[in-house]
């Protein structure tokens, strides 16, 4: 009875802290809407208006000093702006201080607030806006009508890694009036090399809140919005209605087919960026007639020949290259210029130091999404529909079963045993620099696969030497790993085709988890990567 009761009480204090936001909103909106009031009535006084909107003083006016009336108006609006940024602070505070532990609340919920209110209409900058922007105020290209339409604009990051980082701290500094922040994951030490609106303080924090801080020391005057929680097919256009660009920063297929469902559906231009070791690319979907995702990808690929950046690496820099790429093409897209990119895919080989333009086809008349008679009318289930999960972390797979597996603790027991055996690490080398176990016998998984001689004579050798520690009428236990488990797996159906005649009898397995299995369970001071 107690537990109902408590129940009822949550509920009812979670439905009057999402009012409470709202009145927050509305209050902001409309502490605005009074600043831009203002404006327009001090423009009905001015006998002479400067082009960006800046009053120029009579010569009847008497010059007013650091104190005079000026100031105490910059002043008024200065506060309202403060008192709007701290608005947008305790809205992200309480969203973030919710109860996350309630599977009762509706999906969303948590960190994905109702409605927005709209921005407030914009007539003129101010002084303070002027000086802050005058560096692209003076570009003809944009000018002041450009920079209004920006103030004006909203835009939804999906990711606040490696490329929503610069994409976001350019928006932000260019003065984007309301940036929506969606990220699940937390701040790790790995993410510092690239995502650099993250510091070593910031670590554990969810990364929407994160970058929603860091953002917010660069200009206040800018509406943070961070969702903490992944884009999921239920909340997924409700939230992009609420944005007139969006920015795909995500790391996996299924979020990628997501978005560009959401944003089709939506009507929405999306801004498509990627990376991936040493090459990136960029693409401007579903913008004034050009294709969306699935015009380019009708089908997804296999999940096993998919590789992010937790399995191939990246550097850093290519990941700012293209999140600063994408944020061009916003800031093109939402001041009036355009982008061109609609019609061509930017590819960029970080190594060559090369930028070339594929030309893209027109959106196509079959596709299933934005063709003449689209299938896909709704949101679906992206990871089934793609075999795989909607995360950027190292994918596990399952090639073997149980019986030709062991745990590291199984691992760490016949090792303290001196049971005889050959520990076979199939990592690349660049992998197996950075750490390794000194007893293991280094052969990459390529070179099984390609049977090579000399790679194949060291393996005999080294399990002949091993045998002789045996009576010789058992199988030799031959252990493969790897960094997490997977590419082990293959090896050991390699190493169960081996000619007995050749190798003898032996019994291959793998180490589930792998090296980072090792390091989490058995020896914390083992590097992780």
């Not at 953002?215 to 909340?235: E, I, K, M, T």
């Amino acid at each position: 009875m107690a537990g109902a009761a408590a129940a009822r009480l949550r509920a009812e204090i979670r439905r009057r802290e999402r009012e409470l936001r709202g009145l927050r909103e509305r209050l902001a909106a409309e502490l605005a809407r009074g600043d831009t009031a203002e404006q327009e009535e001090d423009g009905e006084r001015e006998r002479d208006e400067g082009a960006c909107g800046v009053r120029q003083p009579s010569a009847a006016e008497p010059a007013r000093g650091d104190a005079g009336d000026a100031e105490d108006e910059d002043g008024a609006r200065g506060l309202r702006e403060r008192l709007a940024a701290e608005l947008a602070r305790g809205d992200s505070g309480d969203a973030d201080e919710e109860d996350e532990d309630d599977d009762e609340e509706e999906e969303g919920a948590l960190g994905f607030p109702a409605e927005l209110p709209p921005l407030p209409a914009r007539s003129a900058l101010s002084a303070a806006e002027i000086l802050r922007y005058s560096r692209q105020l003076v570009l003809p290209e944009l000018g002041v009508q450009g920079q209004l339409r920006l103030a004006r604009s909203s835009v939804l990051v999906v990711g606040c890694g490696g490329l929503g980082c610069p994409l976001a701290q350019y928006l932000a500094a260019a003065g984007v009036g309301r940036l929506g922040l969606v990220d699940h994951d937390v701040v790790e030490t790995s993410n510092l090399q690239r995502q650099v609106l993250h510091g070593e303080a910031r670590r554990g924090r969810p990364k929407a809140r994160s970058a929603a801080a860091a953002l917010r020391r660069l200009n206040s005057a800018v509406q943070y919005v961070p969702y903490r929680g992944a884009l999921r097919p239920r909340s997924a256009l409700r939230l992009v209605r609420q944005y007139d660009i969006v920015a795909d920063c995500s790391d996996n297929v299924p979020t990628r087919y997501l978005v560009s469902d959401a944003c089709v559906l939506a009507g929405k231009p999306l801004v498509s960026g990627s990376a991936l070791r040493l090459e990136g690319q960029l693409v401007v979907y579903n913008y004034r007639g050009g294709p969306c995702y699935r015009c380019l990808f009708p089908e997804p690929p296999p999940p096993d020949t998919v590789t992010n950046c937790a399995d191939g690496g990246v550097l850093g820099v290519v990941t700012g290259i293209i999140g600063c790429m994408q944020a061009l093409e916003v800031l093109k897209i939402a001041s009036g210029m355009g982008s061109s990119f609609n019609r061509y895919m930017l590819m960029f080989d970080a190594l060559e130091g090369r930028f070339r333009n594929i030309k893209l086809r027109p959106k196509k008349a079959e596709c299933a999404a934005c063709g003449d008679n689209p299938s896909v009318t709704c949101l679906q289930d992206y990871e089934a529909f793609c075999g795989s999960s909607a995360t950027d972390k190292c994918r596990a797979v399952r090639l073997l079963p149980g019986a030709d597996r062991i745990s590291v603790r199984r691992y760490k027991e016949l090792l303290d045993a001196r049971v005889p055996h050959v520990l076979l690490d199939v990592r690349p080398p660049v992998e197996a620099e950075i750490c390794r176990l000194q007893h293991a016998l280094h052969i990459p998984l390529r070179r099984l696969r390609e049977s090579d001689p000399e790679a194949l004579q060291r393996l005999q050798s080294r399990i002949r030497e091993e045998r002789r520690r045996t009576d010789g009428r058992t199988p030799l236990p031959v252990y493969a790993v790897c960094k997490l488990g997977n590419d082990s797996q293959e090896a050991v159906k390699i190493l169960q085709e081996l000619p007995a005649e050749e190798f003898g009898p032996v019994l291959a397995k793998d180490i589930k988890g792998g090296l980072m299995a090792w390091a989490a369970k058995i020896d914390s001071t083992f590097p992780q990567y």
